[in-house]
């Protein structure tokens, strides 16, 4: 199994009383009353620092997004934070998996072409090319993308991106969208014939057939845990089934939440706020906010309104609220422990989840630097040996990871 | 709802779109254009068909059953050109069109792009235009509650809770919901980020005499447009109504009705 840090670098330093001031995390946080320039630009060096360190712990990758207009995560360029780590993990073997560029708000989306054969280029070839759809906050409300033609967007946009970073001749573009009399990509990515694409995605269909027809990753990112995750990754490998695609684990990537102390009731101690930080407040979005009208075609729309979908969404947003560190971690929103507790449940999640492309979100909330680092430095020596080997008895390939990088087991990190 | 309410198809735009129209009354033709919420056959379609032939179409995507019916039509220049088509399908040559908020922005741009394919024209509560000091509220982003709280006079009173009324048949209710949110999802292709795409350039085309219909509480759209209209229409005058905001056809449903009926004879 290969296994990156994510990183959201949200706002570590919220006040108590945030989710009670203020509406949302997201689009309409005042910056003036919440934020100082020079603090954030500590946050941004430390959230650099803390995926350097995972990289040189032995994490297989390092993963960052974008996101705009929030308190939640805001690397609104996240090719800037991707060029600085491809720069400093060059003699790693770590993946530099960009989750990544929002391919209907980057215009023109060759930019995000360009962009990504940069890193590959710094990078000697270590670009997980991931292409988000873009969150509604984001692409509807912040970059103004017109809801009901956001997908067309996309598909569109992705077409163009692998069209122009495969092409042996300069062609022009005549899209929907887009029109482009002269595209000849300089640079052209280091991996042939483009580097592993990632498709983020919260369960919808669409994006399973999409990713399917495209032979793409599919990556699950919800926070809601491994438990609740079950229900959707099963129906994504009944489909893959369906669709005549192999069962590789590698397939699949997933997001989940893991926090690692020495002990059980150490772990409490070290991340009970940080877990609730997160939850309480960066997640504290009005839910309406996840459906500007036009942002779900018609039939997940319906899909979702029939099966009272879109209510449990916002009960379980609400819910979310009430519940203790025991909760979450009861129900695996986070996996959190000693490092033999997070071993087991761990290994079990991906296993059933038939996860080969793990993400593992250890900075949280509000956690500071030393905490993160500890976590990172635990999560590396105590539990990560004991993922690797989660798949290898049956014998799959990687065929989503960097090539140069998919044979290389990382030697286990030093202390372990 | 004593109006018998008739129902048609045509085909525009080289077949790909396929509008339904409500049709009820006899008399001289009047094209109603709905606002973001949809069609519904209302007490002021009721009033306008006691005097004219009321021809109500659904925008492109409306329709219960044909949601794909947007994907015709990409952009406003299109939609104007899906109207055209549909007034030629039902044999209006120069009908007069009445228009609520979108329907309003959309009632304009047909009679300022061509300027005799309008005789008259009433605009109630229009998007179309932008001040910065007064914007227009960002409604397809609000809530359902919050939008309540702008778009009526009284957002607890009877008119507010019979448009806003949740069916107690769940079919009904998924109906509803599916309906109002698709609706406000092929409305807002024309309007998305901000319901302005140039119309005051064009306003100076129109030829039709126009009725400037506002509600002095509109919170969704200021009633500082009404003369932001008038200034840019030649033969036009403002009505603006007390005790109605957004919806004034509904919340002074006598006042405004008669005042539309006198325009429309006049």
């Known amino acids: 199994m290969q296994v990156s840090m994510f990183h959201l670098m949200p706002h570590r330093e919220l006040p108590d009383d945030f989710e009670q001031r203020y509406s949302s995390v997201w689009v309409d946080p005042p910056w003036w009353e919440l934020a100082d320039a020079r603090r954030v630009g500590q946050y941004y060096n430390w959230t650099l620092d803390e995926l350097t360190y995972a990289a040189k712990m032995g994490l297989d990758g390092v993963c960052v997004n974008e996101h705009h207009q929030n308190a939640y995560g805001f690397m609104p360029g996240p090719n800037l934070m991707g060029a600085a780590l491809a720069r400093a993990t060059n003699d790693l073997n770590t993946a530099i998996v960009q989750m990544g560029s929002t391919l209907p708000t980057t215009n023109p989306p060759i930019r995000v072409a360009e962009e990504y054969a940069m890193l590959d280029c710094i990078s000697g070839g270590r670009l997980v090319a991931g292409m988000p759809l873009g969150s509604p906050m984001d692409a509807n409300q912040v970059y103004g993308i017109t809801p009901i033609e956001q997908r067309e967007r996309y598909y569109e946009a992705h077409d163009l991106i692998l069209k122009a970073w495969q092409s042996r001749e300069m062609f022009a573009w005549n899209g929907k969208y887009q029109q482009l009399g002269k595209v000849n990509l300089w640079p052209r990515p280091i991996q042939q014939p483009y580097p592993p694409v990632w498709v983020p995605g919260t369960g919808s269909y669409s994006t399973w057939e999409f990713s399917a027809r495209h032979d793409h990753c599919y990556c699950y990112l919800s926070y809601f845990g491994a438990q609740a995750a079950l229900q959707v990754m099963n129906g994504f490998w009944s489909f893959v089934e369906d669709y005549g695609l192999k069962k590789n684990p590698y397939r699949a990537g997933f997001l989940q939440l893991v926090a690692v102390s020495e002990t059980d009731e150490r772990a409490e101690l070290d991340y009970a706020e940080h877990v609730k930080y997160f939850y309480n407040k960066c997640l504290h979005i009005p839910p309406h906010y996840f459906g500007p009208p036009g942002h779900q075609d018609y039939r997940s729309l319906e899909k979702g309104i029939r099966s009272g979908f879109a209510n449990k969404m916002q009960e379980e947003l609400g819910r979310l609220k009430q519940y203790s560190y025991r909760d979450f971690v009861d129900n695996q929103f986070v996996i959190a422990g000693s490092p033999a507790t997070v071993r087991e449940q761990l290994r079990q999640a991906a296993k059933d989840l038939r996860v080969g492309n793990l993400m593992v979100l250890l900075h949280i909330g509000s956690m500071p630097h030393h905490l993160t680092i500890k976590n990172i430095s635990m999560f590396a020596t105590e539990v990560l040996p004991y993922l690797r080997d989660l798949w290898d008895d049956e014998g799959w390939e990687n065929e989503w990871f960097p090539e140069r990088l998919r044979m290389i087991r990382q030697p286990a990190a030093a202390g372990s | ?266």
């Open chain 2, 1 to 266: 709802m004593t109006t018998a309410v008739s129902e048609k198809r045509v085909a525009t735009l080289r077949g790909e779109a396929n509008p339904r129209i409500q049709i009820a009354g006899e008399g001289p033709p009047v094209v109603y254009l709905h606002g973001a919420m949809g069609l519904v056959w209302d007490g002021f379609l009721d009033s306008l068909s006691q005097e004219h032939t009321v021809y109500a179409p659904e925008h492109p995507g409306t329709t219960p059953g044909d949601p794909d019916g947007i994907k015709a039509v990409d952009d406003l220049w299109d939609l104007v050109l899906h109207y055209y088509d549909l007034f030629d399908q039902l044999g209006l040559e120069s009908p007069a069109i009445v228009g609520h908020s979108f329907g309003g922005m959309v009632a304009a741009e047909i009679a300022a792009t061509n300027p005799d394919r309008a005789s008259k024209l009433v605009l109630i509560s229009p998007v179309g235009l932008w001040r910065d000091d007064v914007p227009v509220a960002q409604f397809l982003t609000m809530s359902p509650s919050e939008v309540a709280e702008i778009a009526f006079f009284d957002p607890k009173g009877p008119v507010a809770e019979q448009v806003m009324a949740v069916p107690e048949d769940p079919e009904a209710a998924v109906e509803t919901a599916l309906r109002t949110t698709w609706s406000q999802a092929c409305t807002g292709k024309f309007m998305w980020p901000l319901p302005e795409k140039g119309l005051r350039k064009r306003l100076y085309r129109i030829k039709a005499p126009t009725l400037i219909v506002w509600g002095n509480q509109d919170r969704l759209v200021p009633p500082a447009y009404a003369e932001e209209f008038a200034d840019r229409i030649a033969n036009s005058r403002v009505q603006k109504f007390d005790k109605a905001a957004h919806l004034p056809q509904l919340e002074q449903l006598e006042a405004v009705s008669k005042t539309v009926r006198e325009f429309l004879a006049g």
